[in-house]
């Protein structure tokens, strides 16, 4: 049965007029100091400090939580992300209403190593930077109080002191060779929790079908903590449908608290099915009454049945469904990993207006936000521990591994989204270690394999990426980066079917190629030219590189958002007519930050995303959209392309991206005709548009019905057909300022004033004066170095109502300024 572990999982709760409120929990979010560094002690963190004593530490900053150390230096272009310690400080109250009742810390996520104390005793600590667990600060609190000097100097308030540490570690997991940041801090939220003496550890509620009949099974266990010498408590466990009905309760008398107990088998005809397009839950809530006291745990649970064929595609609920994916990185623009309840949903809202109906979460346990969205929006999930590349680890590294995987599976044990537990990613990619075992890294994933199966039949198991130990999981991933790494992207379906029939359960996960915001190219397929076909699509050994090897489109390739655009137009098209496909996913819905790859157009960004770090949507978001959404949408190609060129006269494609069924062009007020979507007809399933340019601006705008339903798009651009030179001189000019906030534009010109629309060329900005540019978001227009698109960058500034002066700077080019 399921392992002891550690946590405790609180959701909302009920209150009674028979006895003592539930378990209660506060969010630790306001109140904080941080310092970058280390101390000598927790000592130093609550000293107490005379005014003016130059013994104190003065660089302790104010911060809320969540909170990352590097949600700015992860994507400085000038220096390494910080990898070391850091040390947080608060003063909380701490009433605890239960008699002999216990309090506890609960953090939901912290990096990567965690100590906490209660003023300077050590309480706690925790490895590992995913998984949930708890600091029971009960008795440590305890003996605070029955201080009075310390009960004065602190106003009666209890000293909570933590440190974090993401230094490099080759026997912890994830390697820091992995391709994203192993960011440091306390980045999910922490939680300030009162137990009773009888409390529930953890709720294990399987839904699950019949094979006939059409019956639903709900099994309920439970882990009980009991801290006193309670002999009898009373379970009760009520049921409500999707529609808050109340359906069914139970009670029962306990007198055993030890393991995991089995305490109610219910059975219902004609559940209400959990899908991805009506993710039907329902609500399991359970009271444990002891002593005069209450504890209470709620939890949400859907009844669906899943399948992979063998040597076929996915089944759910007795039906194929086409697995339409993406995947997901715990970053963002300004804050790192330290997303806050309003920017996860934000995000998952994103990915489900995309049309996505199934997410890969690389590659570590995530947010349990993101889990419950994924059950109430209808996303399925692949979900997977950090073992990531560098080869294997000994003994401390394993152990973790092992209890990463059993925290992981018995913390989102409920969540009926989850059908997948990956047990690695890349695990062929040695490097940490002076030897690489491949039978070693066998021989682990097959104890990992059974553990996880040991600790939940119900799903299956996969990993990406690392060919020898195929065989050992469920589902299989290889890598197929058609048209990127290796390979043209029309090569797509057949390297896909020859990896399918290599394996009997086939899922491709991680597959697209990186686009830098706001470029575009009238030519983006030029570097398929240079490809070599049939050479493969994998991934190998030096291809991320921007130098050397074969030619390829990662490295020769403009990294346009046109070129993306073709890509995923294809890919997309394509698996429409692969009816053994179990469904692919898109790496990654959004650019994150990567320490090794610091010459990318973002410095330090991987630029794979449909969307930018701070959610703003390139082209490629509504190509998916246009294949994978119902609800009538249409957009033209080129809204962040303001100046295309060309020869006069010249006939260029105007591309527009529907899942209407037709779409009428008007170029500056003409129509241009009515082409009919059809999904094979690449690209832009056949809604494109050749229209003869001349020097000046257009208009265009388009039309497209479905059904009775019309929707409607329109964007403006220049047309160039003046030819320029080399690179030679630049400008810079605020194109806009509101409420504080100015935006700043250089662009690239020749020697005789041509804008120079391919230029690419590195530019830095920096400020002298009272303002402050709005810098090291990894965006962009949010980056103090950023390679040009189409002769342009963007970066804006806070003015402060006060004088600056910006600079740009790029080699070989005379440095311009603006006074702002």
């Not at 009980?224 to 002999?231: A, C």
């Not at 299989?476 to 090569?491: F, H, L, V």
């Not at 009816?579 to 794979?608: C, H, M």
Request: hydrophobic residues 35%.
């Amino acid at each position: 049965m399921l392992k002891k572990i550690t946590f405790i999982l609180l959701i909302s709760l009920l209150t009674t007029n028979l006895a003592l409120q539930a378990q209660t929990s506060k969010r630790l979010v306001n109140n904080w100091e941080f310092v970058k560094g280390d101390l000598g002690g927790a000592w130093e963190a609550v000293r107490p400090v005379k005014a003016g004593n130059p013994e104190e530490l003065p660089f302790w900053q104010k911060v809320s939580l969540p909170h990352c150390f590097n949600a700015k230096d992860a994507v400085d272009p000038d220096v390494n992300y910080y990898q070391g310690p850091g040390w947080y400080r608060t003063n909380i109250e701490v009433e605890n209403p239960y008699k002999q009742g216990r309090t506890v810390l609960h953090f939901e996520g912290a990096g990567q190593k965690t100590v906490v104390y209660i003023y300077n005793i050590k309480v706690a600590e925790h490895i590992g930077g995913y998984d949930e667990w708890t600091a029971d600060i009960t008795d440590a609190v305890a003996e605070f109080k029955k201080n009075p000097v310390y009960q004065a100097q602190f106003k009666g308030k209890i000293p909570v002191v933590i440190r974090c540490d993401n230094s490099r570690d080759l026997e912890m997991i994830p390697s820091s060779l992995s391709d994203f940041n192993v960011y440091g801090g306390i980045y999910r939220y922490l939680n300030l929790v009162y137990n009773p003496q009888v409390s529930v550890d953890k709720l294990f509620a399987k839904a699950s079908i019949a094979e006939t009949g059409g019956y639903g099974k709900l099994t309920v266990s439970a882990r009980l903590n009991n801290l006193s010498e309670t002999k009898n408590a009373q379970v009760k466990i009520y049921i409500k449908d999707p529609n808050g009905l109340s359906i069914a309760d139970f009670t029962k008398d306990i007198k055993t608290f030890k393991g995991d107990s089995l305490l109610w088998d219910w059975s219902l005809r004609a559940p209400k099915l959990w899908s991805t397009d009506l993710p039907q839950q329902y609500t399991v809530t359970m009271d444990i009454i002891a002593d005069g006291q209450k504890s209470t745990i709620s939890q949400k649970v859907g009844f669906r049945k899943f399948e992979f064929v063998k040597k076929g595609p996915f089944m759910l609920n007795g039906k194929r469904l086409l697995l339409r994916g993406t995947h997901r990185h715990e970053d963002h623009a300004g804050v790192g990993a330290a997303m806050t309840e309003e920017m996860i949903v934000t995000e998952m809202k994103m990915m489900k207006e995309m049309g996505v109906n199934f997410i890969r979460l690389g590659h570590y346990q995530q947010s349990r936000i993101v889990l419950d969205l994924c059950d109430s929006l209808g996303i399925l999930v692949w979900e997977e521990i950090p073992w990531c590349r560098g080869g294997l680890g000994g003994a401390t590294y394993q152990a973790q591994a092992k209890r990463m995987l059993t925290n992981m599976i018995e913390q989102h044990y409920n969540h009926p989204s989850i059908m997948i537990w990956g047990l690695g990613n890349e695990n062929d990619w040695p490097g940490d270690f002076t030897t690489f075992d491949q039978e070693k890294i066998r021989t682990f994933m097959k104890e990992l394999n059974i553990l996880s199966h040991q600790l939940d039949p119900s799903r299956s198991t996969a990993i990406r990426r690392c060919d020898f130990c195929r065989d050992i999981v469920d589902v299989y991933s290889p890598s197929i980066w058609a048209g990127w790494y290796r390979g043209d992207y029309t090569e797509y379906k057949d390297v896909s079917l020859a990896e399918f029939n290599k394996s009997d359960r086939f899922l491709h996960v991680e597959w697209g190629g990186d686009s830098h915001a706001r470029r575009h190219s009238e030519n983006p397929d030029n570097a398929l030219s240079k490809i070599k076909k049939g050479g493969g699509a994998d991934e190998r050994a030096g291809d991320a590189s921007l130098y050397g090897g074969a030619a390829r489109v990662s490295k020769d390739g403009d990294w346009s958002e046109s070129y993306i655009a073709n890509l995923i137009d294809w890919h997309l098209k394509e698996q429409e007519t692969m009816p053994w496909l179990s469904g692919t996913a898109y790496w990654p819905f959004k650019d994150f930050s990567t320490p090794i790859r610091p010459e990318n157009p973002v410095p330090y960004v991987n630029q794979k995303g449909v969307i930018e770090r701070d959610f703003t949507k390139k082209e490629a978001f509504y190509i998916f959209q246009s294949y994978w959404t119902n609800t009538p949408m249409v957009h033209l190609y080129g809204h962040s392309w303001p100046v295309r060129w060309g020869e006069e006269g010249e006939e260029k494609m105007v591309k527009v991206y529907s899942n209407c069924d037709e779409a009428e062009l008007f170029v500056n007020g003409k129509s241009f005709g009515v082409r009919k979507r059809d999904s094979q007809n690449f690209p832009a399933a056949g809604l494109r548009w050749q229209v003869p340019m001349n020097k000046g601006k257009y208009t265009f705008k388009v039309v497209a019905k479905k059904g009775k339903v019309t929707v409607t798009d329109e964007i403006t651009q220049e047309y160039q057909t003046e030819k320029w030179g080399k690179p030679a001189k630049m400008t810079l000019n605020k194109i806009e300022e509101k409420d504080g906030i100015a935006t700043l534009e250089v662009k690239m010109f020749d020697d005789k004033g041509v804008l120079c629309l391919d230029a690419i060329n590195l530019v830095s900005f920096n400020l002298i004066g009272d303002g402050e540019l709005i810098r090291d978001q990894g965006t962009s227009t949010g980056s103090a170095k950023v390679q040009l698109y189409n002769g342009r960058a963007i970066i804006r500034m806070k003015t402060n109502n006060a004088k600056s002066v910006v600079s740009v700077q790029s080699k070989g080019i005379p440095t311009v300024f603006l006074n702002q």
